[in-house]
T-cell receptor, first 115, second 116 residues
Framework: GAVVSQHPSRVICKSGTSVKIECRSLDFQATTMFWYRQFPKKSLMLMATSNEGSKATYEQGVEKDKFLINHASLTLSTLTVTSAHPEDSSFYIC???????????FGPGTRLTVL | AQTVTQSQPEMSVQEAETVTLSCTYDTSESNYYLFWYKQPPSRQMILVIRQEAYKQQNATENRFSVNFQKAAKSFSLKISDSQLGDTAMYFCALNAGGTSYGKLTFGQGTILTVHP
C-alpha cells in the first residue's frame, strides 16, 4: 500500500511553454501533498505544501506565480511550471501524507528539461 | 527552525562489512520523528527506518539500525552486512511538530558506495 505516482516521468519542453506534472496517491487519501525540487547529487528542497481544497503554502524564495500548485481532490495534486526557462530544468518529486499520518510517501519523480 | 546535518558527503564500504552514516539535527520541539531515506540511482525515495523521539529504544529493520542519542541530537544509521544493492544516496530527515508539523527537513545526503 501507500503508493504515489507521478506523471509524466520525463518531459522536455521549449523555453516559454508551460508544463503540468501530476501527483496521485493511488491507494490512500492524502490531505497534504508536498512538492520538492532536487538537483543532481543534492538534497531535496521543499517548494510548497499543498492542502486539499485550499491554497498552497510556498517556501521562502519560491515564486508562486511560476510554480502553480493545485490540490483539487484527496488523491491528486498538480504542479504547473509556467513560462519555463532552462534554469527550471530539474528533478521534481512529490510526496503525500495520509490523514493524521506522520509519514510521507514519495512519488518516483519527474525529470524536466527545458530547451 | 529545524536543521539536519549530514557531515559525510561520501562513504564507501566493502560488501558484507558494516558502515555507519552520521546525522545530527536541531529542533526546539519535544515531540518529533526522525527518518532515514534511501535514494538509489532510480531516484525513488525509499523509507529505510524511522524513530519516534519519545521512544528510547533504538529502531531496527533487518540489517538497518539506528543509534538515537536524544540529548546529543544525534541519529546515526548502521548498515550491517552491506550489499551491493545498498549503493545509494542516504538522507536523514526530521519531521518536527509545532507549526512545521508534517514537513520534512532533509540533510545534505551521503552517497554510499558498496564495493564487491
Amino acid at each position: 500500500g501507500a503508493v504515489v505516482s507521478q506523471h509524466p516521468s520525463r518531459v522536455i519542453c521549449k523555453s516559454g511553454t508551460s508544463v503540468k506534472i501530476e501527483c496521485r496517491s493511488l491507494d490512500f487519501q492524502a490531505t497534504t501533498m508536498f512538492w520538492y525540487r532536487q538537483f543532481p547529487k543534492k538534497s531535496l528542497m521543499l517548494m510548497a505544501t499543498s492542502n486539499e481544497g485550499s491554497k498552497a503554502t510556498y517556501e521562502q524564495g519560491v515564486e508562486k506565480d511560476k510554480f502553480l500548485i493545485n490540490h483539487a481532490s484527496l488523491t491528486l495534486s498538480t504542479l504547473t511550471v509556467t513560462s519555463a526557462h532552462p534554469e527550471d530544468s530539474s528533478f521534481y518529486i512529490c510526496s503525500a501524507r495520509e490523514v493524521a499520518g506522520d509519514e510521507q510517501f514519495f512519488g518516483p519523480g519527474t525529470r524536466l528539461t527545458v530547451l | 527552525a529545524q536543521t539536519v546535518t549530514q557531515s559525510q558527503p561520501e562513504m564507501s564500504v566493502q560488501e558484507a562489512e558494516t558502515v555507519t552514516l552520521s546525522c545530527t539535527y536541531d529542533t526546539s520541539e519535544s515531540n518529533y520523528y526522525l527518518f532515514w531515506y534511501k535514494q538509489p540511482p532510480s531516484r525513488q525515495m525509499i523509507l529505510v527506518i524511522r524513530q519516534e523521539a519519545y521512544k528510547q529504544q533504538n529502531a531496527t529493520e533487518n540489517r538497518f539500525s539506528v543509534n538515537f542519542q536524544k540529548a546529543a541530537k544525534s541519529f546515526s544509521l548502521k548498515i550491517s552486512d552491506s550489499q551491493l544493492g545498498d549503493t545509494a544516496m542516504y538522507f536523514c530527515a526530521l519531521n518536527a511538530g509545532g507549526t512545521s508539523y508534517g514537513k520534512l527537513t532533509f540533510g545534505q545526503g551521503t552517497i554510499l558506495t558498496v564495493h564487491p
